[in-house]
């Protein structure tokens, strides 16, 4: 469902745009209808218009929006496209790909964050994306295959499952490395079943775990 632009994610939008580079159209108007307060704990919501990453809880992050157009960017979404975002949290992305693609699907491990994007989107009306709790580092598999796959965590290295999950013609941007620096890293899958890798810009993002490692408790 698209949804309508307001002023302040006009504002946001310029603030990307300067801040990233990014000149897609589509992205941009995207950061324009969707307003970023409505997936903030109440007390930050002030802070909605920054280009900074803020917390949402359970030792996770909505990440910084110019980052997120960077994304966004090297994701190169089809409005055809079905997309998979891996640590989905706040539901804030997935807003943002529900008004470029076809079909949008999260992942997210923390059972109270889900919950809160699924209520979240429901409240904006934007009720063609699937949130699901689970492990990040399985995605989907009963939705697969992607057209696109976003992973908004990072890891030493590009899960076997999700890139097995990608769609001939497909595209992964995930960042790659240690804990606390990592690159944005895109993979093609071309038509012969071939993976291709891209490093892109720096990045630190929450660390991307699977259901052996025990979530953080909130202070």
Do not use: W
């Amino acid at each position: 469902m698209a949804l309508a632009p307001t002023a302040a994610g006009q504002k946001l939008a310029e603030r990307v745009a300067r801040a990233s580079d990014v000149a897609d159209p589509r992205i941009l108007a995207a950061f324009a209808q969707v307003p970023r307060g409505a997936f903030l704990p109440a007390e930050l919501q002030h802070r909605a218009e920054e280009d900074q990453a803020l917390p949402i809880g359970l030792g996770q992050t909505i990440s910084q929006p110019s980052m997120i157009a960077l994304m966004l960017s090297a994701l190169d979404c089809a409005p055809r496209h079905r997309v998979l975002e891996v640590g989905c949290g706040s539901g804030y992305v997935l807003a943002l790909l529900s008004q470029i693609a076809a079909e949008v699907f999260g992942v997210e491990r923390h059972a109270e964050l889900a919950e809160r994007a699924r209520d979240t989107l429901s409240k904006l009306g934007v009720t063609d994306v699937v949130v699901q709790e689970g492990d990040g580092t399985l995605g989907l598999p009963g939705h697969a295959p992607y057209d696109r796959i976003l992973v908004s965590a990072g890891a030493p290295a590009i899960p076997d499952t999700l890139l097995a999950a990608l769609a001939e013609g497909g595209r992964l941007v995930m960042p790659v490395g240690s804990p606390d620096a990592q690159i944005l890293v895109t993979c093609e899958r071309d038509d012969k079943g071939t993976l291709h890798y891209r490093a892109g810009a720096s990045c630190v993002f929450v660390p991307l775990v699977n259901d052996s490692t025990p979530p953080p408790r909130e202070a």
